[in-house]
């Protein structure tokens, strides 16, 4: 079993950053992908990035440029740096991780374990 704590959200300006951190805990070496997904009021839940324990990563088209996912083995925390904020941006954020290596980092069913998200909103 795996925990993810996250933590970072806030209320900001647009052209604002953020930094979204989570922690795992428990048995973290069986995963093998861990993610970034987003939802606003309303919508899915959306891929912002993911990163694989061999440091690829990926990026939904909307933050491309603007947000950069890392992992700090040494400490067991999953980072979301988040730049140049919009007001679309704004919804809570939640930590994914999964076991399975291959298969689409979309897909929200392939993630084993969640956070309990924390909120960010951007104001215009």
């Known amino acids: 079993q795996v925990q993810l704590v996250e933590s970072g959200g806030d209320l900001v300006q647009a052209g604002g950053s953020l930094r979204l951190s989570c922690v795992l805990s428990?048995?973290?070496?069986?995963?093998?992908?861990m993610a970034w997904f987003t939802q606003a009021p309303g919508k899915q839940r959306e891929l912002v990035a993911a990163i694989t324990h061999g440091g690829t990563t990926t990026y939904a088209d909307s933050v491309k440029g603007r947000f950069t996912i890392s992992r700090d083995n040494s400490k067991n925390t999953l980072y979301l740096q988040m730049n140049s904020l919009k007001p679309e941006d704004t919804g809570v954020y939640y930590c994914?991780?999964?076991?399975?290596?291959?298969?689409?980092?979309?897909?929200?069913?392939?993630?084993?374990?969640w956070g309990q998200g924390t909120q960010v909103t951007v104001s215009s």
């Open positions: 428990g048995n973290i070496f069986s995963i093998s992908v």
């Open positions: 994914a991780a999964r076991r399975r290596r291959i298969g689409p980092f979309i897909s929200v069913g392939s993630y084993d374990y």
